[in-house]
């Protein structure tokens, strides 16, 4: 749910000189109309972003137009006006090069101190994509190719990621997310599922034991990015020798998510 930032809007009015003020005010209002659409993929009319942001209606119609006339909007239909445009992607694309260039150090120390293969990865709709990764040293390791998705719900960083959206995104999910049986271990019922994200919101951690594939085990973080996506940090580790390094992997991975995360509040990117 889409909640107007009146107070930030507020306190932008009154900073920076008089010139200043309505510039800064349209950017606010411009970017609060861009995430409401963001959780209305099927479009919003200007009635129901007026409603939504608490914004007169002839306002509204000033700044599509305008987000219209760069291709930042576009029609959606004539009881849903208007949606997210294509001029947003190559920014969204910068925006994930951005993260990647910023969690690169944290993959190659968390793998220098394990030795294992440590991936980074966004969530995409109902799907993780793996955008970078470290390949570690052991001869027998586990590692995943750099654009492949891999489900929600039988991985580690898609149930990190799950556990961080809220209610109505959750719910959202519910309807469109298919829980497929990948091996004897995936979780195939949303009252199981619902379980395991509440235990991963607990320890802020979690872990795949052959759900996504026999012979692996992972564990993973998520981050959230300035923008807003959401991201994870995991570490994919053979079956065989998970057990007994679990408890480090843990302890490791959450101190660097940690410092990363603090890093990438102060960051500003796409």
């Known amino acids: 749910m889409v909640r107007p930032r009146t107070e930030e809007v507020e306190q932008l009015e009154v900073e920076g000189s008089p010139a200043e003020r309505p510039a800064v005010q349209v950017i606010a209002r411009a970017a609060a109309v861009l995430r409401a659409l963001k959780e209305h993929p099927d479009g919003l009319s200007l009635g129901e972003l007026a409603k939504l942001l608490s914004l007169p209606r002839s306002t509204v119609q000033r700044i599509v137009d305008a987000l219209h006339a760069e291709n ?47 991936d980074l990865s966004l969530l995409d709709a109902d ?28 991985s580690a960083p ?32 949303w009252p199981a599922l619902e379980d395991a994200l509440a235990e991963i919101r607990r320890t802020g951690l979690s872990s795949d034991l052959e759900e996504n594939a026999d012979g692996v085990c992972a564990i993973a973080a998520s981050l959230r990015l300035p ?17 007994d390094i679990r408890e480090q992997l843990e302890t490791l991975l959450q101190e660097q998510c940690e410092k990363l995360q603090q890093r990438l509040r102060g960051s500003r990117f796409g």
């Open 72 to 118: 930042l909007v576009i029609a959606a239909s004539l009881a849903k006006g208007v949606r997210l445009g294509p001029a947003l992607l190559p920014l969204a694309a910068a925006a994930k090069f951005a993260i990647v260039e910023i969690a690169r150090p944290t993959l190659q120390q968390i793998s220098r101190e394990c030795g294992e293969t440590v």
């Open 158 to 189: 898609g149930k990190a990621m799950l556990a961080e959206l809220d209610r109505d995104e959750l719910d959202r999910l519910k309807a469109a997310l298919r829980l497929g049986r990948l091996t004897s271990r995936t979780i195939v019922s």
């Open 127 to 154: 799907k993780v994509v793996f955008v970078d990764q470290v390949r570690g040293t052991h001869r027998l390791r586990a590692e995943s190719d750099i654009g492949i998705s891999f489900p929600l719900h039988s």
């Open 227 to 243: 923008t807003g996506e959401l991201a994870a940090i995991s570490i994919p580790v053979p079956t065989q020798r998970f057990l």
